[in-house]
């Protein structure tokens, strides 16, 4: 018997040893990096900002893949599941936030089953209109909705998204209803309405400013405590009589739970340093990002914010996944 416990405990002892070595010699293979979210979104589009830059730092390929589909839960449920070796991250939007509270049978926990690595950066959402729309205003949208409930509709990211917990807290506060379109992700959504398929949008003011830039959408409201940065003649929700409601779009990089600390910190320093590198940092600022670039445990606390903020949310309005 004693034999047999000493081989045991040198064998966990080899395992620990080889274990450690391995986060030390980290990484020493292509390192993949899931988007919960399709081609086209910010989401996306910020993770192949990184591409090259993460790649220059850690020595080795950066595969940026595409795992869309149920506001997140399907590329993040990739992530949870996957080994703790650090070569399998996940870039996550605001929404993974309320999937905890909103998608039953969530194959994972969002707070015990992933790793923490950072909050990338933060934007207020903006709510805009086809140019052809009849809303010109956010009196506009609120008198239609008051006169004929449902009428007006508008499309987000996606069921449970930031954007459609936001339109229906507001609708709440201000006794009206608006039909909600879910789509999935921001690519979809974006192209719906620049083509006039739905009248109006909420999003990510990195998603939608471009193109309020460019003259093809119509900005009605921010919805932030203070005006956007980069849209400064936009008016806040605040500002239009939805008095101390302020909401914000976030960006976040997990891994699978039990990643060695010191692989997750070679990874933040890397990942740390794309994001502030000139090219990256200026392109997320145009787009309205404030960048964050939190520590791991900053993160936690964030989402640990963000998990409880929009249960009461879901619950007090009966949100369900569609």
Not at 244 to 257: D, E, I
Request: glycine residues 10%.
């Amino acid at each position: 018997m004693t034999n047999v416990f000493t081989r045991t405990l040198a064998a966990i002892a080899l395992a620990a040893c080889a274990f450690t070595a391995a986060a030390q010699e980290w990484p020493t293979q292509p390192i993949h990096l899931i988007v919960a979210f399709p081609p086209g979104g910010t989401v996306d589009q910020f993770a192949r900002l990184v591409q090259a830059p993460l790649q220059q730092a850690l020595g080795q390929p950066v595969i940026v893949e595409n795992r869309a589909g149920g506001s997140g839960s399907i590329g993040t449920a990739v992530v949870a599941k996957a080994a703790p070796d650090g070569y399998t991250w996940v870039c996550v939007f605001d929404t993974h936030g309320v999937n905890q509270s909103l998608i039953p049978n969530l194959p994972y926990d969002t707070l015990k089953d992933l790793s923490p690595l950072m909050l990338i950066g933060v934007s207020p959402m903006l709510l805009a209109a086809n140019p052809n729309s009849p809303y010109k205003t956010w009196a506009d949208i609120v008198a239609a909705s008051r006169k004929d409930p449902g009428s007006v509709a508008f499309g987000t990211i996606g069921s449970g998204s930031l954007g459609h917990l936001a339109m229906a807290s507001v609708g709440n506060k201000l006794g009206f209803q608006m039909t909600h379109i879910p789509y999935k992700g921001g690519g979809p959504l974006t192209q719906d309405v620049l083509a006039g398929h739905v009248p109006l949008a909420i999003g990510s003011g990195a998603l939608l400013s471009p193109h309020v830039i460019s003259g093809k959408l119509r900005p009605i409201a921010v919805t932030s405590a203070e005006r956007f940065s980069a849209l400064p003649n936009v008016p806040t929700l605040a500002e239009l009589g939805v008095t101390g409601f302020a909401a914000y779009s976030w960006w976040g990089v997990n891994g699978p739970a039990g990643v060695p600390p010191a692989i997750v910190a070679k990874m933040h320093k890397a990942y740390a340093e794309a994001l502030r590198s000139p090219a990256v940092k200026e392109k997320l600022e145009q787009q309205g990002v404030t960048l964050r670039v939190s520590s791991p445990e900053e993160y936690q606390r964030f989402i640990e914010h963000e998990v409880a903020t929009w249960a009461a949310v879901v619950k007090a309005n009966g949100i369900k996944p569609e």
